[in-house]
Nanobody, 115 residues
Framework: QVQLVESGGGLVQAGGSLRLSCAAF????????MGWYRQAPGKQRELVAK???????NYADSAKGRFTISRDNAKNTVSLQMNSLKPEDTAVYYC?????????WGQGTQVTVSS
């Protein structure tokens, strides 16, 4: 089992920045990959960024150049730094962890970008 707790969402104006954090209540060395997904109203959940245990990253095209995923092994956290935010980034952002064939999700944190 992996418990994930997100924080850092909120309301920001277009062009602003937010930093999301995900605390994993499990040693993240045992987690194969962690990532951030988002779901906007009426849309499917989509990958934003993913970080594997060997340090490989995968970003959605919409996130490239603006978002950065990183991890702090000492704190068992994974963060998503989001810059140059746009109204279309408005969504509920979910932290995800992959452990072998299992997936775990956080409760989600709302990000709202006003124009």
């Amino acid at each position: 089992q992996v418990q994930l707790v997100e924080s850092g969402g909120g309301l920001v104006q277009a062009g602003g920045s937010l930093r999301l954090s995900c605390a994993a209540f499990r040693n993240i060395f045992s987690i194969d990959a962690m990532g951030w997904y988002r779901q906007a109203p009426g849309k499917q959940r989509e990958l934003v960024a993913k970080l594997t245990s060997n340090g490989r990253t995968n970003y959605a095209d919409s996130a490239k150049g603006r978002f950065t995923i990183s991890r702090d092994n000492a704190k068992n956290t994974v963060s998503l730094q989001m810059n140059s935010l746009k109204p279309e980034d408005t969504a509920v952002y979910y932290c995800n962890a992959e452990v072998r064939q299992y997936e775990y999700w956080g409760q989600g944190t709302q990000v709202t970008v006003s124009s």
